[in-house]
């Protein structure tokens, strides 16, 4: 569990980070080449680029989610039979009125 968090809390962090730090290097000329960029165009890109960093690190979180291994994740078996139990109960009810509805006809 430590470990899901600990990716939630990094893949959380870049999300915040990366288009602050892309939004900075563009306005601040850090990247080459943007000095010849009007300011529309400069405004335009580097929100663009921001955009498309925090969709990379989705992906990213996402890819890293879908090969974390299955096998590791077991049901706590308390929580298990109490679903079990609950559902049994609410199939029972389910019975009984139907039953009710039939003496009545």
């Known amino acids: 569990m430590a470990g899901v968090i600990k990716k939630f809390f990094i893949t959380s962090m870049l999300m915040w980070m990366a288009p602050v730090a892309i939004l900075y290097a563009?306005?601040?000329?850090?990247?080459?080449?943007?000095n010849s960029l009007s300011p529309h165009s400069l405004t335009l890109v580097s929100g663009f680029v921001a955009v498309i960093s925090v969709n990379v690190v989705i992906a990213f979180y996402i890819y890293m989610a879908i090969k974390e291994p299955s096998d590791k994740h077991e049901p706590d078996p308390a929580f298990l039979a109490e679903a079990k139990s609950s559902v049994n109960q609410s199939a029972g009810k389910v019975g009984d009125s139907s039953q009710s509805l039939k003496k009545e006809d």
């Open 26 to 34: 563009f306005n601040h000329d850090l990247i080459p080449g943007v």
